[in-house]
Structures are given as C-alpha cells and as structure tokens.
C-alpha cells in the first residue's frame, strides 16, 4: 500500500503528533512539499502533505486560517505539517480549530525532525510500495502465462479475474462473448457487446472505461490484436480503479490474449487453405477425398445437409462482415462452417442446413436490405447496395457442385432485382414473371412487338390486343374472338396479319412462347 499520514504517525523517527483531523489519517500521501507561500494552491496536484513553519502567515488570524484552509483543502491537500519552534513555539488555537472544522489532519511537527526526513520517508514508502507492486506484476505475469499454457484462455481470465479482485471477459471480432471469469459475469459481460462493437470501430490499439461510480462496476475493455481490425476484446471489470499490480496484470493478459489471437490467426490462415482444397474437391466431384482432406475439421459439416452461400461485393470492398457473421454464429452454436474467399470480392460458405450461420446470414442480409430502404429513394436499379448474397437449397457432398450452381443463380436474380439476398429455393417456388423485369428481356420483348404496335397506331386494327387474347385462349379461335367481341372470321384475319408483319408462322411453338412472354414483358413494365 502506498504511505499514509497514519504510517507516518507510527513513523519512530519523525515523532509527529496529531492535531485535529484524527479521523482522516488513512488517506494516501501521494507526495511531500515544502511551501512558505501564502497561497501555495496554484503549485499543488491534490495528494500531497503541505509543510509550513508559518513564516509568512498570520497563523493566530482565525478568518486568514480559515481562507487558507479552505483552500487546501479545495485543492485536494490531504495533511498539514506545522514545524513548532521556528516560528511558533506550538500551534495556533485559530489554525487548530479550522483544521478540525474542515477536518484537514494536522501535525505537529517538532524542531528535531527536519522536513527533509519526512520526505525521506515518503519517498521510500513510495519507492517501496511501487517495488512492491512491481514484484506482484511480475508474479502476476508468471501465473498467467501458466495458465494460458496449461488452461488456454478460459484458464488465463480466471487468473485474471483473481488478480485484480473482480471479473474478466472475452469476446471475438464480432463482440460476441466467447468465455467469462467467474461464470457468474456471463450476464454482465453479455450487456456490453454494444460498447465492444463501438471500440471496434476505433483505430487499434483501442480501450476504454465504462461504468463507474453510480454502476454496480468499473469496467475496462481493451482490443486484442496487432492488425488494422481487431481480432477480439477483452473486458475487466472490479468495484474501483487499478492499482499498480492490478494494471501490470492487465498488461500481462494483453500480451498474453494478443499472441494467443495471433497465433490463432496463423492457424486460420491454414485452416483456410484446406478449406478451400475441400470446396473444390467437392465442386469437382469428388466427396470422398474432400473428406479426406478435411479429416475432423469439417467431417460434421459434410456428413449432414448443408447450404451454400455465395456472397459478392459490388464496390470492390472485402467481404469481412459476412464471414465475421457466419463464422461467429457457428462458433457459439458449436457447429463447423466452411468459409472460402475466391479473390477479395467474393465468399463461398458451406453452413449447415437450418443452423446458426445460415440463420444470422439471412438476419445479417435483412438488415442490410432494410438499411439500404431507409437511405434510397425511388427504383432500385440492382447496384445499389454494395453486397448481393444467392442462397442454394439443401443439398449433400454428392450434389455440392448443383448447390453452387444454384446459389450462383440466386446470386444473379439478387444482382438484377436489386436485392441483398435471395434464396433458390424462393425461385423455384414463385413465378417466372419478375424474371422478366430484366432491361434485357423488355428490350427484347419491345423490338419483337413494336412492328405490331406501329401497325395498331395507324388505326387499321388491334392487332398487339388481337394475340394476346388468341395465345392466352391457346389458339381457340371462337373463345379468343368472344373475348374480343369480334366474328372468328375476323380474329383469323388478324392473326394472318400477325404472321405476315413478323414474318414468323404462329404454328411455331417457340414463336407463340417468345410472343407471350414478350406480352408479359411488356405488361410488366407498364
């Protein structure tokens, strides 16, 4: 502990005595300083114990006494050290009485003891104690590698937490818990994942303090990790603020939790690489050898239906919140998940079929389509946001490459339809008809009809009307011509006139089936 006016009292060789302020003698003494001024304040940091022999003070002066002890005291001055025998043969009664007023601890220091010999004692007892907890760092530091070594990290926030007296948490990149010390500050910890996200977004090395006085406790979080983003924080939280020991423990676990988090970055990297030698056995058609090659790291994950993901950026910018989303979700639901990145821009994810990466992909997608709704207006023209995301259908090892086919496809009917997610099987479920809304099909559909919609403006008929009645009556010359209020006779003729300006025979099947889709087009974007 650092020296206190008590210690100091009990100091044998300085042989002080107490005048007033007896009950606040366990306050720290930071520092000693030695000041004739009549108004030292303005040289002072709060902490310190003033000595005076009162030769510029009129120390009998009860107004001028309490002035000035007002102002020590303001000014966070935790002690009084009056020499008597220079100046004064004893103390004042007028400084006696303010000092017990404002309850400022007076000494009475005697003639034989210089100043010189208290600062001594202050200084050492400073000295002492911060060896003290330079010492209990380093032991800290020795205890913690041990346990990081034997018990990983769960094994080091426990010593952690018993070093500095509190709690300890640790989340990943995502702001997730991964692991609390004691248990019971799982809760706790969980309520802080907001301030973690926002000191991820800070420029690492990041830290801050949360809580405090009027909160059930005083918590620091730190991020972990020597790259431009953090690879995980970690929380500390205790009913005060640090001491000495305590921060070199803090430091320590740092140190610790930043080369475990590089380490493991190293591992990932790998892990990585036979990720995506799995992916493409599998896309080649060969399950068996990718099982092989990912022996226990993804055996779960290709013994089981899965799904697979694809994920683009269409602004040129890396895919890390995706993979952070899946990859964090996985990880607490304790289910393996395949990530693969094909180039910055793109993201194959094998993830279990109705599990946790494929559920928070789908929640991360509906948000980003909801942020996007909130800050555009008007048509979405498809590249307006900056992720597109095709979902595939349930598929296993065996049928892998059609279930990349089909989120490619998703992938693609996303990009068109300005969409951040769709699934496939959304597609194969639903209509052909918003396919059609593509700027390709309605030019297409346009060129095709617009020979009979010049002919209809000149006045000489209906024609463009004319066949959509007969193709939706599938050729049945008396119910189209009904539809139409027209003689059969008539509709024939019309539809002579269609063949004879297309220069197409409508007893083509694929030129009745491109002539209606062409009206659909055409219906869809009116």
Not at 238 to 258: F, K, N, P, Q
Request: charged share 25%; with cysteine.
């Amino acid at each position: 502990m650092p020296p206190t006016l008590a210690s100091l009292v009990h100091h044998s060789a300085l042989k002080l005595t107490v005048r007033a302020g007896e009950d606040h003698l366990d306050v720290p003494v930071r520092w000693v300083h030695a000041s004739e001024l009549a108004d030292p304040v303005p040289y002072m940091e709060g902490g310190e114990l003033l000595l005076i022999t009162a030769l510029k003070l009129d120390a009998e002066d009860p107004k001028a006494m309490r002035r000035y002890v007002k102002r020590l005291v303001g000014a966070g001055v935790v002690g009084l050290g009056f020499a008597v025998g220079v100046n004064y043969d004893e103390i004042p009664q007028a400084l006696v009485d303010t000092a017990g007023e404002e309850g400022l601890p007076l000494l009475e220091v005697p003639r034989r003891t210089p100043f010189i010999a208290i600062s001594k004692a202050v200084s050492a007892a400073i000295a002492a104690d911060q060896y003290r907890s330079v010492t209990a760092g380093f032991a800290a530091q020795r205890e913690l590698t041990k346990q990081a070594l034997t018990d990983g990290p769960e094994g080091l926030l426990a010593a952690l937490a018993a070093q500095v007296d509190g709690w300890a948490a640790l989340y990943d990149a995502s702001g997730a818990v991964v692991a609390t010390a004691p248990e019971w500050a799982g809760r706790r910890a969980a309520r802080l994942t907001a301030d973690v996200e926002r000191l991820r977004d800070r420029p690492a090395p990041a830290s801050s303090v949360v809580g405090g006085p009027d909160n059930e406790d005083r918590v620091e979080l730190h991020t972990l990790g020597t790259g431009r983003r953090p690879r995980a924080a970690l929380a500390v939280g205790t009913e005060s603020a640090l001491g000495t020991a305590e921060r070199y423990a803090v430091h320590s676990a740092i140190a610790l939790l930043t080369l475990t988090t590089e380490r493991s970055r190293s591992l990932q990297a790998a892990h990585e690489r036979i990720g995506a030698a799995v992916l493409r056995l599998l896309l080649a058609g060969h399950p068996d050898h990718a099982r092989a090659v990912a022996g226990d790291l993804y055996g779960g994950l290709l013994d089981a239906p899965f799904r697979i993901i694809v994920g683009e950026s269409t602004d040129g910018e890396p895919l890390d919140g995706l993979a952070e989303v899946v990859e964090s979700a996985a990880a607490r639901s304790g289910e393996a998940v395949l990530v693969v990145a094909e180039g910055p821009e793109r993201l194959v994810v094998l993830a279990v079929d109705g599990g946790a990466a494929v559920e928070a992909c789908g929640e991360y997608a509906a948000t980003r389509e909801g942020e996007r709704a909130s800050s555009t207006t008007g048509e979405h023209t498809g590249d307006e946001d900056d992720l597109v995301v095709g979902l595939s259908a349930p598929a296993g090892p065996i049928a892998a490459a059609g279930a990349y086919k089909q989120a490619e496809q998703a992938l693609s009917v996303a990009r068109r339809r300005g969409r951040v997610l769709v699934e496939h099987e959304q597609l194969a479920a639903g209509s052909v008809l918003p396919l059609l809304a593509d700027d390709a099909v309605r030019a297409f559909a346009d060129g095709l009809l617009r020979p009979l919609s010049e002919h209809d403006a000149t006045g000489r008929g209906d024609l463009v009307a004319s066949l959509r009645a007969w193709l939706s009556r599938h050729g049945q010359w008396d119910a189209a011509a009904a539809d139409l209020g027209v003689h059969r006779h008539t509709l024939r003729y019309r539809m002579r006139r269609v063949e004879e300006i297309l220069g197409r025979s409508l007893d083509d099947p694929d030129v009745r089936m491109e002539l209606w889709l062409a009206l659909k087009a055409t219906a869809a974007a009116e």
